[in-house]
């Protein structure tokens, strides 16, 4: 009998610099999601939304209450620019989603995971895809913001370090600004090789 429902969701697949950042959230079967949406709901029913439909003070709100419930378990898992370069931005996603729900510390018979499309874990655990699951399922919309909160502060931490590529801004991706300092300075080490020469290669700007 399933006890417990996790959710998988991944952040930055497409940015040109920082990890790929994936997150996994566990809770049991009869969690009331709606009683967290509700935090930032100020009339009508509570609606699912995924990480990036919120703005930035409502991911905070959520992912302070949501790594405090005594209800949950969370994890996430970050695969820097090196290893994406290497395997790849699909592998890379997958290998974080491997050692995100390792964290969780629960045995696959007692979950059923759920996971943003594009995303698988080990065959040992009995799981789902859902296009757009991050819109429609809540633990997969928990994940993402678990996720995408801790990777926007890697990256605001990482500005500090690299302040010509403006990370507090774009958080990696690929903004104007961005691009024309990669064009200007080159690659740091936080950027993706591959994307980046691909970028340059096609002479967007």
Same mark, same amino acid.
């Given at each position: 009998?399933?006890?417990?429902i996790?959710?998988?969701?991944?952040?930055?697949?497409?940015?040109?610099?920082?990890?790929?950042?994936?997150?996994?959230?566990?809770?049991?079967?009869d969690?009331?999601?709606?009683?967290?949406?509700?935090?930032?709901?100020k009339?009508?029913?509570?609606?699912?939304?995924?990480?990036?439909?919120?703005?930035?003070?409502?991911?905070?709100?959520?992912?302070?209450?949501?790594?405090?419930?005594?209800?949950?378990?969370?994890?996430?898992?970050?695969?820097?620019?090196?290893?994406?370069?290497?395997?790849?931005?699909?592998?890379?996603?997958?290998?974080?989603?491997?050692?995100?729900?390792?964290?969780?510390?629960?045995?696959?018979?007692?979950?059923?995971?759920?996971?943003?499309?594009?995303?698988?874990?080990?065959?040992?655990?009995?799981?789902?895809?859902?296009?757009? #699951?991050?819109?429609?399922?809540?633990?997969?919309?928990?994940?993402?913001?678990?996720?995408?909160?801790?990777?926007?502060?890697?990256?605001?931490?990482?500005?500090?370090?690299?302040?010509?590529?403006?990370?507090?801004?774009?958080?990696?991706?690929?903004?104007?600004?961005?691009?024309?300092?990669?064009?200007?300075? #080159?690659?740091?080490?936080?950027?993706?090789?591959?994307?980046?020469?691909?970028?340059?290669?096609?002479?967007?700007n």
């Amino acid at each position: 009998m399933t006890e417990y429902i996790i959710g998988i969701d991944e952040v930055g697949r497409g940015a040109l610099a920082g990890p790929v950042g994936v997150g996994a959230v566990l809770y049991p079967t009869d969690f009331p999601w709606r009683d967290v949406f509700m935090l930032i709901t100020k009339k009508g029913t509570p609606k699912l939304k995924d990480s990036k439909q919120l703005t930035a003070q409502q991911r905070d709100t959520l992912f302070e209450h949501l790594i405090a419930h005594d209800r949950l378990r969370h994890a996430v898992a970050f695969v820097d620019a090196k290893s994406i370069d290497r395997i790849s931005i699909v592998n890379a996603a997958n290998e974080g989603a491997a050692v995100a729900i390792a964290e969780l510390g629960i045995r696959p018979s007692r979950a059923r995971v759920m996971l943003d499309a594009g995303l698988r874990v080990p065959s040992k655990w009995f799981q789902q895809s859902f296009v757009r #699951g991050d819109e429609t399922i809540p633990a997969i919309s928990f994940a993402s913001i678990i996720a995408k909160v801790m990777r926007d502060r890697y990256m605001e931490d990482a500005a500090k370090k690299y302040p010509s590529y403006f990370f507090e801004q774009n958080k990696g991706y690929s903004t104007l600004a961005h691009r024309k300092a990669i064009a200007q300075r #080159g690659m740091c080490e936080l950027h993706r090789a591959t994307f980046c020469t691909r970028l340059l290669a096609s002479g967007a700007n």
